[in-house]
């Protein structure tokens, strides 16, 4: 069953965490732009949440298990499908991508979501995960401080490694990595590759 209890009783806290760290926010959004397809594309977003990024990077199709988050990505302008990353209410090949933030700590099968993923893109569509690489400080903050978080308490971190063989598994080609929050460095930066970057933004392609 989707880990989806803390975002029924705490959505307001969820939208509010994005208004007090809004400089991290559009860090965020930006790697994640650095690695769509260019328009004109249909794309749609797993785990929508409340919408926050889906809206402002012009995504208006998602699916999302909880139900209170649904109802703020709705008012968002959203057409939210409730669902799970596990088995996707789309028929096959109906997508250029499919994208999916802090996503995967939530799942319960991360391949079968990643399967599923493959299975509604497009040929040569693609599928992009952001992330917090659990190699990362910013992962191993995270993971050391789960039980402090009502977010974070039961969620599975996963590393760039790990992240990039589910891609492979699923029928991924053509892995592509953005990350930012590297510590060191000034916040907005955004460099390629991974191994640094606290998020983590990885994009495979379904070849034809």
């Known amino acids: 069953m989707a880990k989806i209890e803390p ?7 969820y939208d509010k965490w994005f208004e007090k760290n809004s400089d991290i926010y559009h860090i965020e959004l930006k790697a994640i732009r650095q690695l769509l397809p260019l ?12 919408g926050k990024f889906a809206v402002p990077l012009g995504i208006n199709i998602g699916v999302e298990p ?13 057409r939210v499908l409730r669902g799970v990353a596990e088995s ?12 999916m933030v802090t996503t995967i700590c939530f799942v319960d099968d991360i391949l079968k979501s990643f399967q599923e993923a493959f299975r509604i893109l497009k ?10 690489d659990k190699e990362s400080k910013l ?10 978080s009502v977010f974070y308490k039961d969620a599975t971190f996963f590393s760039a490694q790990q992240v990039s063989k589910y891609f492979t598994d699923a029928g991924f080609k053509d892995l592509t990595f953005r990350q930012t929050l590297i510590p060191g460095e000034q916040q907005e930066i955004i460099q390629n590759g991974f191994g640094k970057g606290g998020f983590v933004v990885a994009k495979g392609m379904k070849n034809g």
């Open 123 to 132: 040929p040569y569509g693609c599928q992009i995960v952001g992330f917090v």
């Open 139 to 148: 992962g191993k903050k995270y993971s050391d401080n789960r039980n402090a």
């Open 66 to 78: 909880s139900e209170k988050m649904a109802i703020k990505a709705k008012r968002r302008g959203i």
């Open 88 to 99: 996707l209410p789309f028929l096959d090949s109906k997508f250029d991508f499919v994208l």
């Open 39 to 50: 328009p004109p594309v249909r794309g749609v977003e797993v785990g929508v949440g409340s």
């Open 7 to 13: 975002f029924e009783k705490y959505s307001d806290r």
